[in-house]
C-alpha cells in the first residue's frame, strides 16, 4: 500500500507562490506518473494536474496552466507542485496520487492533504 504524505501548504495573500511536495512511500515511486487534486469548501475533489513516470510529459487543468507547475524527483520519491500567481479561488486542501486517472472517487486510498488558503 502506498503511503502519501503532502506538505507545504500555507496561508499566502493573492498573487503569492507556494511549493507543495508530496512523499510517497510503499511502492516503486520511479514508475508511477502523479497526480495532484484539490478539494475546495463544498466541492468535489479535481485533477489539476499530472506528471509522466519519467517527468517527460505533464497535464494541467485549464485553470492552473500557465500559473502551476508539476514536477517529481525519482531520487527523493517526492513530487512537487510549484504554485505561482495564486488567486482566492485556488483555496482548497490539495492531495497527491499515484496517477489512475481524473475521476477521484477511483482512488481507494488518500494521504491527509495539505491546505492551502488564498487571502485577496
Known amino acids: 500500500q502506498v503511503h502519501l504524505v503532502e506538505s507545504g501548504g500555507g496561508l499566502v495573500q493573492a498573487g503569492g507562490s507556494l511549493r507543495l511536495s508530496c512523499v510517497v512511500s510503499?511502492?516503486?515511486?520511479?514508475?508511477?506518473?502523479m497526480a495532484w487534486f484539490r478539494q475546495a469548501p463544498g466541492k468535489e475533489r479535481e485533477y489539476i494536474a499530472s506528471v509522466s513516470w519519467d517527468g517527460s510529459s505533464t497535464y494541467y487543468l485549464d485553470s492552473v496552466k500557465g500559473r502551476f507547475a508539476i514536477s517529481k524527483d525519482n531520487a527523493k520519491n517526492t513530487v512537487y507542485l510549484q504554485m505561482n500567481q495564486l488567486k482566492p479561488e485556488d483555496t482548497a486542501v490539495y492531495y497527491c496520487?499515484?496517477?489512475?486517472?481524473?475521476?477521484?472517487?477511483?482512488?481507494?486510498?488518500w494521504g491527509q492533504g495539505t491546505q492551502v488558503t488564498v487571502s485577496s
Open positions: 496520487n499515484p496517477n489512475y486517472g481524473t475521476a477521484w472517487d477511483a482512488y481507494d486510498s
Open positions: 510503499g511502492g516503486t515511486f520511479s514508475r508511477y506518473s
